[in-house]
């Protein structure tokens, strides 16, 4: 099956943890394809899903195969490479990402 993934869409009321939470995702179960640099397909090995995702959300994940992250640590890296002002929206983008890579499988937390 494949899903759609955008922080524009719906989001449950799943919240992306506490300051403390951090998130990692198992690069072992991801097989990555990218075209023409801005479009990004993943195939999550564990559910048999492929997932179709932005620039942006392709990044969060990558930054989270290399290791633990707390939703405020990811936001600055995504700063830093997109080479943009780290605000209030793109920490709103990343608690999205977050609960949707949860939602997916993608990604798992730490308590």
């Known amino acids: 099956m494949t ?4 922080p524009s869409c719906p989001h449950s009321d799943k919240s992306p943890g506490t300051p403390l939470t951090k998130w990692a995702a198992h690069s072992r179960d991801l097989i990555w394809r990218t075209w023409d640099h801005d479009r ?7 559910s048999g899903d492929t997932h179709l995702l932005s620039r942006v959300s392709a990044l ?3 930054h989270l195969e290399d290791r633990w992250l707390s939703p405020a640590e990811l936001t600055s890296l995504l700063a830093e490479s997109l080479e943009c002002e780290e605000d209030e929206q793109l920490g709103r983008y990343v608690e999205e990402f977050l609960v949707g ?6 990604a798992e937390r730490t308590s």
Do not use: N, T
């Not at 899903?3 to 955008?6: I, K, L, M, S």
């Open 40 to 46: 990004f397909v993943v195939y999550h090995v564990p």
């Open 101 to 106: 890579f949860d939602q997916r499988g993608l």
């Open 60 to 62: 969060a994940l990558q």
């Open 3 to 6: 899903r759609c993934w955008w």
